[in-house]
């Protein structure tokens, strides 16, 4: 609590002296508001002497020519001065740690400082402190975004790590308040406890945070919609130092926005979720020789077909070079696996099943699928994102090229691409309408959403590496153009970093999302402080 008071300190005595102000109202009102205000106020004089230096040090380094290094590490000492003990520099022990905690090394960039906020009142005065010293940031969730910069920044900006937004709290039956810093692992444990489910992630290490912003496909997009359309509220600290909530009530524009629309408004803190009543789930994860891709594809349309008359069928089709595997879900827990999968169970060229067949929730599925993605080492990697009507030709044609373009790369000899089907139903769409809509434009049809992803361990094969991952993207599209089954949407989650995400949401959208964003951002500072996303400019 201290930190806060000395903020407040700051804020009557060091700064009228400061256009712009550092703190907003609604920050000096939240500061307030704590109760023994005055003792803690007394106890922090004794701080002014380091807040005067430091503040004195700004305006030498923010005079007209300092380089965005000087200003980010004006913004780290100060932020380490207001919030003592929040702040890691790389002399500290812990900075590695922070910085390779990402899912890929393309994102182990050296932040000027990692800033570790815990409350809402310290985002708050954060982006008043950025704003003031004019110094780059970056904002991470679960850090498993493999585009450079977006959950990342080098030393001319800070890195904010949410992780100690951890909250986990049920709200009555109905909502579950979920800290923006958590990862589905965490959430599911706790929501099962009391069997209840929510709709989130298929991998327990990925982040809340910025699954949730990018929409987030759930196991059974059919039953719910998105897991985004599932969010209820968010508690969102605004450029202008607000902490508001976006809901179907309050900031409704928002709300909306939110749901797909990404990094673009402000730092989540929190999002509270419908609560359900515990989605049983049954599941498979089988293993096949490549080779059958033909056999397996077609089997794929079957199951996308079926899904469009029953929306308990989950599936997905990763297909690597030598075996492809494929998750047989459904959210049931029935004696016979449904008629859609029979062609997957009977296949001759099954290898193994990776998991066998298993009654099971979301928390038990999750750690296994954890484990199948595990490394060999750090990896770098990056993504394409397209999509398309389902076509078992255009399949066949993307399989093709694939095998011949991409699959052998001896030009990168550390590097795999691979690329998964994701099936969409109608049913996920109009669910997602049915909760209210959400920013992603997305057709009312049965769909695919292919993720391409390389992975590549050497430095030297970086440069080719993400050129491929985009050219396979590209070609699926081209293909797709040919057969008149492109469809505009690229999925935020699995999109690479120079690909127009918010574009593909439809010319309305991206409007509308605009407008938002200058609505609640008159700064720009997401647009431009921010180091980098999927922004609406
Ligand atoms: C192993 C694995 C499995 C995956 N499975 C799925 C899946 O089943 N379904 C799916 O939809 N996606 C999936 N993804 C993709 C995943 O949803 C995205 O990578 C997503 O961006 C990860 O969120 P994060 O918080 O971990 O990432 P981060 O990299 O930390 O954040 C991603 C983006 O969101 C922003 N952000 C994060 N938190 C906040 C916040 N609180 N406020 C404002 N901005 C924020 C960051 O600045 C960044 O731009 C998977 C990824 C991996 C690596
Ligand atoms: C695809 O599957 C359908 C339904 O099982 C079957 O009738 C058809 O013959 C299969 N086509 C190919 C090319 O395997
Ligand atoms: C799953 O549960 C159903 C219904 O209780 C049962 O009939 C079936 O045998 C179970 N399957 C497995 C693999 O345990
Ligand atoms: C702290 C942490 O989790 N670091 C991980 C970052 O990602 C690499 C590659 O996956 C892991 O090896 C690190 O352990």
Not at 500 to 512: D, H, I, P, R
Request: aromatic share 10%; with cysteine.
């Amino acid at each position: 609590m201290a930190r806060l008071f000395l903020a407040l300190y700051l804020l009557i005595v060091v700064l009228p002296a400061f256009p712009p102000p550092l703190f907003s109202q609604d920050i000096i009102a939240i500061l307030q508001s704590y109760s023994n205000f005055k003792i803690a106020v007394s106890r922090l004089l004794q701080h002014v002497t380091i807040t005067a230096a430091v503040m004195d040090g700004t305006m030498d380094v923010l005079r007209p020519g300092s380089t965005g290094i000087q200003r980010a590490q004006v913004a780290c000492d100060i932020i380490n001065t207001v919030f003592p003990g929040t702040v890691t520099v790389a002399d500290d022990p812990e900075y590695e740690e922070e910085l390779q905690f990402n899912w890929s090394r393309t994102c182990w960039l050296r932040a000027a400082c990692v800033f570790r906020p815990t409350n809402a009142a310290e985002v708050s005065a954060f982006l008043s402190i950025v704003k003031l010293t004019a110094s780059k940031f970056s904002v991470r969730g679960g850090g498993h975004n493999p585009n450079s910069g977006f959950n990342s920044v080098d030393s001319s900006g800070i890195l904010v790590d949410m992780r100690g937004f951890d909250t986990l709290a049920l709200e009555g039956d109905l909502t579950l308040r979920v800290g923006s810093g958590q990862t589905w692992k965490k959430v599911y444990e706790f929501i099962e406890r009391d069997k209840k489910s929510v709709i989130g992630g298929r991998h327990g290490t990925v982040g809340v945070g910025g699954f949730l912003l990018g929409g987030g496909m759930p196991f059974f997009g059919g039953l719910y919609g998105m897991a985004a359309d599932n969010v209820k509220n968010f508690q969102v600290v605004t450029s202008d130092s607000r902490i508001i909530n976006a809901n179907i009530n309050e900031n409704q524009d928002l709300f909306r926005a939110l749901k797909g629309g990404g990094t673009n408004f402000g730092i989540v803190t929190r999002f509270d979720m419908e609560v359900y009543d515990l989605i049983k789930m049954q599941y498979t994860v089988n293993a096949y020789h490549a080779s059958d891709y033909a056999n397996l594809l077609n089997a794929t349309v079957n199951v996308q077909k079926a899904m469009e008359f029953d929306n308990k069928i989950g599936f997905f089709l990763n297909v690597h070079p030598t075996v492809i595997i494929a998750g047989l879900l459904y959210a049931e827990h029935t004696a016979q696996p449904p008629k859609a999968f029979t062609e997957f169970f009977n296949a001759e060229s099954l290898i193994t099943s990776i998991v066998p067949t298993t009654n099971g929730t979301v928390q038990t599925i999750v750690p296994e699928l954890d484990t199948v993605g595990q490394d060999v080492g750090p990896a770098s990697r990056a993504l394409s994102s397209v999509s398309t009507k389902e076509d078992y030709e255009l399949y066949l044609d993307v399989h093709k090229q694939y095998t011949e373009r991409f699959s052998n790369t001896p030009e990168m000899p550390s590097a795999t691409l691979s690329y998964t089907i994701q099936p969409v139903s109608s049913f996920m769409v109009r669910a997602g309408r049915e909760r209210g809509g959400n920013s992603m434009g997305l057709a009312e049809s049965a769909q695919t959403w292919w993720a391409c992803l390389i992975e590549w361990y050497d430095g030297a094969d970086t440069a080719k590496s993400q050129l491929n991952v985009g050219l396979l993207g590209d070609t699926i599209a081209s293909l797709a153009g040919q057969r008149g089954d492109l469809l505009p949407f690229q999925f935020m989650n699995d999109a690479g970093s120079r690909q127009k995400v918010l574009q593909s949401y439809g010319k309305t959208n991206l409007a509308t999302l605009t407008k938002v964003a200058v609505k609640y951002d008159k700064a720009g500072t997401f647009q431009t402080l921010q180091n980098a996303g999927f922004l609406v400019q």
